[in-house]
């Protein structure tokens, strides 16, 4: 505390204080406030608890501020304590929930025993932020040269820091976009930091194609499941009665697995295989049909 004159006063209980008065009353002056915080608005990170303590004082000799909050619902907070007196103390809380995210407004009012009573309220904003790298992007079927958008699913992030898989720099901000030249599965993850709260990262595998291997619109309806696979395919088809071709090829697109005669239903070992990215082609006399596997 400075004091009046811009200078140190030397008086350290005021320091990081506010105070509230109303003086409108002649007759009894209504209590007033004095809170350890210098604004209005109290940040809680998703799972943390914040305390926050008041005292309010009676100016008149003798008087007994008794205090009560309103919490106007919000969900995770309440009273630890609340002592009647002169001086009145009293601590809320409030727990960082899924619930209560956003802004609230939170009020407590002094209330004297003068005559007449005299109340004083003060208002103050709780924002529960929740830190949230989780993301999207677009296209969701990449091939190689696609621009792809990586958009944050919050926009309450103070910093948002990418790292695209492919040895690329990162980049910041909420939406970013990058491209790539090589086909293959990239781990990319979405870092956040935000004031007063933990860092958090959230990633997601995606698969890069060569040009020309997506899903194909053709007459033959078939397709290989599960996708990923740990091993084992089996061949789905709408044609029960036909035999199919499946070439199963590397991202180099060398060819790694070919099987004739398969039919519908039938059971495809690919446990040989590397873990990574394959494609397929599933073809008959009537059409074809590529697509994408993924070997876990």
Same mark, same amino acid.
């Given at each position: 505390?400075?004091?009046?004159?811009?200078?140190?006063?030397?008086?350290?209980?005021?320091?990081?204080?506010?105070?509230?008065?109303?003086?409108?009353?002649?007759?009894?002056?209504?209590?007033?406030?004095?809170?350890?915080?210098?604004?209005?608005?109290?940040?809680?990170?998703?799972?943390?608890?914040?305390?926050?303590?008041?005292?309010?004082?009676?100016?008149? &000799?003798?008087?007994?501020?008794?205090? &009560?909050?309103?919490?106007?619902?919000?969900?995770?907070?309440?009273?630890?304590?609340?002592?009647?007196?002169?001086?009145?103390?009293?601590? &809320?809380?409030?727990?960082?929930?899924?619930?209560?995210?956003?802004?609230?407004?939170?009020?407590?009012?002094?209330?004297?025993?003068?005559?007449?009573?005299?109340?004083?309220?003060?208002?103050?904003?709780?924002?529960?932020?929740?830190?949230?790298?989780?993301?999207?992007?677009?296209?969701?079927?990449?091939?190689?040269?696609?621009?792809?958008?990586?958009?944050?699913?919050?926009?309450?992030?103070?910093?948002?820091?990418?790292?695209?898989?492919?040895?690329?720099?990162?980049?910041?901000?909420?939406?970013?976009?990058?491209?790539?030249?090589?086909?293959?599965?990239?781990?990319?993850?979405?870092?956040?930091?935000?004031?007063?709260?933990?860092?958090?990262?959230?990633?997601?595998?995606?698969?890069?194609?060569?040009?020309?291997?997506?899903?194909?619109?053709?007459?033959?309806?078939?397709?290989?499941?599960?996708?990923?696979?740990?091993?084992?395919?089996?061949?789905?088809?709408?044609?029960?009665?036909?035999?199919?071709?499946?070439?199963?090829?590397?991202?180099?697109?060398?060819?790694?697995?070919?099987?004739?005669?398969?039919?519908?239903?039938?059971?495809?070992?690919?446990?040989?295989?590397?873990?990574?990215?394959?494609?397929?082609?599933?073809?008959?006399?009537?059409?074809?049909?590529?697509?994408?596997?993924?070997?876990?």
């Amino acid at each position: 505390y400075f004091g009046p004159y811009g200078g140190p006063g030397g008086i350290d209980f005021l320091d990081n204080q506010s105070y509230s008065f109303d003086l409108c009353s002649s007759s009894n002056i209504s209590p007033f406030v004095k809170y350890s915080e210098l604004c209005d608005t109290f940040e809680i990170c998703m799972g943390d608890t914040t305390a926050i303590e008041f005292e309010f004082y009676s100016p008149e &000799a003798g008087q007994v501020t008794t205090s &009560a909050f309103n919490f106007y619902g919000l969900t995770g907070c309440g009273v630890l304590q609340n002592i009647p007196g002169n001086v009145a103390t009293a601590t &809320a809380y409030v727990i960082g929930q899924t619930g209560n995210l956003g802004y609230h407004t939170i009020d407590v009012t002094a209330t004297d025993n003068g005559i007449p009573q005299q109340s004083f309220a003060v208002s103050f904003v709780i924002y529960v932020k929740n830190v949230d790298a989780t993301f999207t992007y677009s296209p969701t079927t990449i091939q190689i040269g696609d621009t792809v958008t990586y958009t944050a699913n919050s926009t309450d992030n103070d910093v948002d820091i990418w790292y695209f898989g492919d040895g690329s720099p990162l980049d910041s901000g909420l939406s970013v976009t990058h491209t790539y030249v090589i086909s293959s599965l990239f781990n990319v993850r979405h870092t956040v930091r935000n004031s007063h709260c933990l860092q958090v990262t959230s990633q997601q595998q995606i698969s890069v194609l060569p040009v020309g291997v997506s899903e194909l619109n053709s007459s033959l309806n078939a397709s290989l499941s599960p996708n990923p696979t740990n091993g084992i395919l089996v061949l789905t088809a709408l044609d029960l009665s036909s035999n199919f071709t499946i070439q199963i090829s590397d991202v180099q697109g060398r060819i790694v697995f070919e099987r004739n005669n398969v039919r519908t239903n039938e059971q495809i070992d690919i446990n040989e295989l590397e873990k990574g990215i394959y494609f397929y082609r599933i073809s008959n006399d009537k059409g074809e049909r590529k697509g994408q596997v993924i070997k876990e």
